[in-house]
């Protein structure tokens, strides 16, 4: 009930098109989803986050589309760039700050 | 704000040495977070912090493993003695418990090999 299951496990893109990576969680307590970006060599870095009161949010070319009653949610990058090429965590937690990441997703958007 | 600092950038070591690996979390956070990344097994949660206080360290592999956060300014995290399959990247991450709209801030990580 703990998992967080991301895919795909990599994906490539042509520049200009949609990523679309997709997290399913299963503890219903969960209460805050948050995307993470991660360069090689750097720490991940939040991007994104949702809270389950809303099905959408945007932030630039990022979106989070989030299905509370089929315990999802996705990260769309609409206008994929070469500079978007970094492995991506979904996460989700309740209350406690205790963030349960998925396995991540290595994308590659191609010049 | 400089973010969150971790000393040092790469360790290499040698089987059975005592490791210990080092964060500065982010002024005025409260709460601070190691985890421990691996192609394996991704990222894991190894303990939590409040208020320098261990709320979780249920993810702390084993008794090889301690955590002391003496002040709101610093943290480390120590192995001994260590082994081969301790070879990771070790994060450390700090948030400002109350805003979870801000999520963690991570450091860049502490590679750590043993040999």
């Known amino acids: 009930q703990q998992q967080v299951k991301q895919s795909p496990q990599s994906l490539i893109v042509q520049k200009g098109g949609i990523s679309i990576i997709n997290c399913a969680y299963e503890?219903?307590?969960?209460?805050?989803f948050p995307w993470y970006q991660q360069f090689p060599g750097k720490g991940p870095a939040l991007l994104i986050a949702?809270?389950?009161?809303?099905s959408e949010k945007k932030e630039g070319r990022f979106t989070i589309s989030f299905n509370k009653s089929a315990k999802q949610f996705s990260l769309h990058i609409m206008d994929s760039q070469p500079g978007d090429s970094a492995t991506y965590f979904c996460?989700?937690?309740?209350?406690?700050?205790?963030?349960?990441f998925g396995t991540g997703t290595r994308l590659k958007v191609l010049a | 704000d400089a973010g969150v600092i971790q000393s040092p950038r790469h360790e290499v070591t040698e089987m059975g040495q005592e490791v210990t690996l080092r964060c500065k979390p982010i002024?005025?956070?409260?709460?601070l977070f190691w985890y421990r990344q691996t192609m394996m097994r991704g990222l894991e949660l190894l303990i939590y912090?409040?208020?320098?206080?261990?709320?979780?360290d249920s993810g702390m592999p084993e008794d090889r493993f301690s955590a002391k956060m003496p002040n709101a300014s610093f943290s480390t995290l120590k192995i001994q003695p260590s082994e081969p399959r301790d070879s990771a990247v070790y994060f450390c991450a700090s948030s400002l418990q109350g805003e979870l709209g801000y999520g963690y801030t991570f450091g860049s990580g502490t590679r750590l090999t043993v040999v």
């Open positions: 912090f409040n208020n320098n206080v261990p709320i979780d």
């Open positions: 503890n219903t307590a969960f209460d805050y």
């Open positions: 002024s005025g956070h409260n709460s």
């Open positions: 996460a989700a937690s309740k209350r406690t700050y205790k963030y349960i």
């Open positions: 949702i809270r389950p009161d809303v």
